[in-house]
């Protein structure tokens, strides 16, 4: 298993195309699920080849998939992309973007480092709090 985040770094939108070797479902850093639970469905399920943009606000989005992602990042020094395997640790969390201000930053790094983490487990155990779409996607 592989999962993966995405964080744009600039204050205007940012696209990043993605393929996958199977549909995926994509979550947003959400602020008002419980912290050890902080995934937030941005629609499923998405197909293998899909323009994921980014918001300037700097929420946060990844996924979770068992098979090979291949991604075009235009521009790096705007938008972090993160991957770790199975239940490895995420890196230690940046400073939280404009998106997580409200956030203590204890909550802000519990969310960080439980992002996607149970995802891998039951990904159809967590309720959808807000289906509203900050993030266009376009398949």
């Known amino acids: 298993m592989l999962r993966f985040m995405f964080i744009n770094n600039s204050n205007t939108d940012q696209v990043i195309e ?4 199977e549909r995926i479902i994509m979550y947003a850093l959400a602020t008002t699920t419980p912290n ?12 293998k080849r899909l323009r994921l943009t980014l918001p300037g606000d700097g929420e946060i989005y990844g996924f979770v998939t068992d098979e090979r992602v291949e991604y ?3 521009d790096p020094s705007l938008v972090a992309v993160y ?7 995420w890196p230690p969390p940046p400073p939280p973007t404009t998106h997580y ?11 960080w480092n439980n992002f996607l983490l149970a995802l891998g487990v ?3 155990s967590y309720d959808v709090v807000d ?6 996607v376009e398949q």
Do not use: C
């Not at 991957?83 to 640790?89: L, Q």
């Not at 201000?101 to 969310?111: I, N, S, V, W």
């Not at 289906?131 to 266009?136: A, D, E």
């Open 18 to 21: 993605i393929k996958t070797g």
């Open 36 to 47: 050890n639970q902080p995934e937030q469905e941005r629609g499923r399920p998405m197909s």
């Open 72 to 74: 075009v990042n235009p």
């Open 83 to 89: 991957s770790v395997s199975n239940k490895d640790p």
């Open 101 to 111: 201000q409200t956030l203590a930053a204890t909550d802000f790094k519990t969310r």
């Open 122 to 124: 039951a990904p159809s």
């Open 131 to 136: 289906r509203s779409i900050k993030v266009r």
